[in-house]
Every structure is written in structure tokens, then in C-alpha cells.
């Protein structure tokens, strides 16, 4: 009989990862089934889920702003053949988006927060009696924008500054009961989601009205510009996976990790530097954007 390759054994343990169609969520799905976990991994289109199927990777269907979805989700896995605990979830399903706050209509607000924010604790909140069965870990995908908020990140940094909250609360309230909770924060990372900044970036300087574009056109299109060239330097979504694969097998993970070049240290600046002088700071960063950026 062929042997089986020891990184693809079974450890008998699940995890769950939402958003796992491409980017930060499928190199964690791939790199924890490569280390022996089954790997529920949640994807939006059927496709999604022909494309990452793999030894120990099990797609499953999954829109984690749906309650009907995540209900049949918990079912398979508190029914799981194999009877197999449930390891970790990892929380990564979320919306990228850069807009200014006066922009930025009220609905797409509350979207992005139901995806962001509010689909992030409705998985906790129906997998946690199973997590502390198994003393099992929390994984929830923040950013750098969950420590400070760029302009033209309100809305986006705004869910991020709420998960980190909500995370750091639920470290100290399920701490006693052994299980663990984990905040990464990424910074520029190779995936889809930084690359489609441009095209959604210009969608929403089209649907400004002519005195709002007056006011934030130049601005939106060098944060556009500045997020494109962030894209050859970032860091492949693999490296986020191993960071987070690392999480879920520590015994005594870290409440927090970050990803990508100059991320741990632009996090320290936000604890050390007076607001005003990470104003200056962050609008220097951003001024060679500006000259460059086409006023419309």
C-alpha cells in the first residue's frame, strides 16, 4: 500500500476557514491541510470550491453573513463522521474598500460591517461551545488598519478597529475556559483584495456629486496609486498562511502576530508617536502619490 506523505497524515482535528476562495484565506486553508488538519474551507461560488478541493481540504459553500449557511455549517461539523473536535476557526471572509466618510453611502456601511465585523461574531459566537470543548483556538484576520486609520480607511478600518475590540474581549473572557484567540494584522499582501483597490477606488470617485470630487478626487486617486505600488512589495499570502497555521498549532500563541514588511513597525509608531505627528507623518508618506495624481 502506498504510504501516505507524514505532512498530509491526519491529526484528526478540524478547521474551519471563512473567505478561503483565493488570497490569505486559501493559503491558510492549503497550508493547514498540508500539516494534516481537515480543512473546512468556506467559499462563495461553487467553482471556488472545484478549484481548492484537495487531500484533507473540504469546501463547503458558505456566506458567513447568511444564517442558514453557517447553521448548516456548525451541523456538519458537530456531525462530522469522524467524529473528529473541532481545532480552530479562522475568521478571514471580508470586504476591502477605500472611500472617504462623507462619500461613502450609509448601506454600504452596514455592509461592510455585516461582513467585516458582524459575520466574524456570528461564526465565534455558533462554533465556541465546540472550541471550548476542544480548547481549541481563535484565528480573527485584522490589519494594519485595525491599528490606524489611513485616509480614506474610515469605513474599512473602522470594522478592523472593532474586530481587534471585540477580539481583545474575548481573549479575556474564554482565556479561563482554554481557549485561545489570535489577531493578525497584514499589512501590503499580494491578494485580489489589494489589487482590485483601483477599480473600486475609481468607482467610487465616479459616484461622488461634482463638489465632493472637488474635494477628495486628487486624494482618492493617490491612495489608489500608492496601494498599486504597495503590490510588488507586499508579501505572498503563503507567509500569512504559515503565521497563522503557527497559531493554530502553539500551545501559547501570541495575542497578536503581523505580516509583511514594515507592518510590526508602523504598528509601534501608532503606540509611540502624539496623533498629530502620525498625521504629518502618514500625509508625508503620501505626498509623492499626490503630485503625481490626476485631478478629475
Known sequence: ME?????????????????ASTGIGAATARELAK???HVLAGVRRSTDAETLRAANLEPILLDVTNEAGIAA?????SEDPE????????????????APVETFPLSEWRQLFDVN???????????????????????????????VAMATYGPYAGTKFALEAVSDALRREVEPLGVKVVVIEPGAVKTDMLGRVGDR????VSGMTTEQRGRYATLMHAIIAQAKASIPGGAPPEEAGRVIADAI??????????VGRNTALLIRLTRLLPDRM???????????YRSGAVRT
Open 3 to 19: 504510504r501516505i506523505p507524514a505532512e498530509l497524515e491526519s491529526r484528526r482535528e478540524i478547521v474551519v476557514v471563512t473567505g
Open 35 to 37: 500539516r494534516g488538519f
Open 73 to 77: 455549517l456548525l451541523k456538519r461539523v
Open 83 to 98: 467524529r473528529r473536535p473541532l481545532r480552530g476557526l479562522v475568521n478571514n471572509a471580508g470586504i476591502g474598500v477605500n
Open 117 to 147: 465585523l458582524f459575520g466574524h461574531v456570528a461564526m465565534m459566537q455558533a462554533l465556541l461551545p465546540a472550541l471550548i470543548e476542544s480548547r481549541g483556538t481563535v484565528v480573527n484576520i485584522s490589519s494594519v488598519g485595525g491599528k
Open 201 to 204: 477606488g475609481e468607482s467610487i
Open 249 to 258: 498549532v502553539s500551545k501559547r500563541p501570541r495575542a497578536r502576530y503581523t
Open 278 to 288: 502620525l498625521d504629518s507623518l502618514l500625509a508625508r508618506a503620501l505626498k509623492p
